[in-house]
């Protein structure tokens, strides 16, 4: 198993920035393709960026595409999600998740960390 933790929210002003991190101990890192998700109150938990094993393979939601960009340093077993031109709409609890590269689904899940744009 991997285990996650996600740092890095607060509360920012709408067209401004923050760094969501991830750290992951356990098994070996590489083993896992990383993802980011969101979930705002009220709403389902969705899809936010995503990243291949080696790092050579990222995927956005249309809606932070351009805005967000999603890293990992397999040597230090972090995955990062730098947030720029923040919105309110960006507002929700972020979680950092893994699955392991054989598998499709998404299951090791972090605590969640707050992020709060105001306008």
């Known amino acids: 198993q991997v285990q996650l933790v996600e740092s890095g929210g607060g509360l920012v002003q709408a067209g401004g920035s923050l760094r969501l991190s991830c750290a992951a101990s356990?098994?070996?890192?590489?083993?896992?393709?990383m993802g980011w998700f969101r979930q705002a109150p009220g709403k389902e938990r969705k899809f936010v960026a995503g990243?291949?094993?080696?790092?050579?393979?990222?995927s956005y939601a249309d809606s932070v595409k351009g805005r967000f960009t999603i890293s990992r340093d397999n040597a230090k077993n972090t995955v990062s999600l730098q947030m720029n031109g923040l919105k309110p709409e960006d507002t929700a609890v972020y979680y950092c998740?893994?699955?392991?590269?054989?598998?499709?689904?998404?299951?090791?899940w972090g605590q969640g960390t707050q992020v709060t744009v105001s306008s």
């Open positions: 998740a893994a699955r392991l590269r054989i598998d499709t689904a998404y299951r090791y």
């Open positions: 356990g098994r070996t890192f590489s083993s896992y393709a």
């Open positions: 990243i291949n094993w080696s790092g050579g393979s990222t």
